[in-house]
């Protein structure tokens, strides 16, 4: 089982202003970032519900993805995944 130390705390040094951290300054660099991580994604999950998650449609493209737009319509990681998808789909379209 993995543990990760979890210490929400409000933090407020520059350049960032007051924020939030989740695992105490004394963690290492590798579990802070597995709490923030973790807590964000809570967070994105509570916000906008698991349906706003998915897995990028690009063929031979396996990384996942976060939907915060308003029409909740994103298919792909990004936006060099969309024009691949979307100039190989043009190209087939004009080869016949």
Do not use: K, Q
Not at 55 to 72: K, Q
């Amino acid at each position: 089982m993995l543990e990760i130390p979890m210490h929400p705390h409000l933090s407020d040094h520059e350049p960032h202003g007051l924020h939030m951290h989740y695992a105490p300054p004394s963690s290492r660099l590798p579990d802070r970032f597995r709490a923030t991580t973790l807590m964000n994604l809570a967070e994105l999950v509570v916000e906008h519900g698991l349906g706003r998650t998915g897995v990028c449609a690009a063929e031979g493209c396996d990384r996942v993805y976060a939907d915060t737009s308003r029409a909740g319509r994103r298919r792909f990681c990004s936006e060099a995944c969309a024009n691949r998808t979307n100039v190989a789909a043009f190209r087939a379209r004009h080869r016949t």
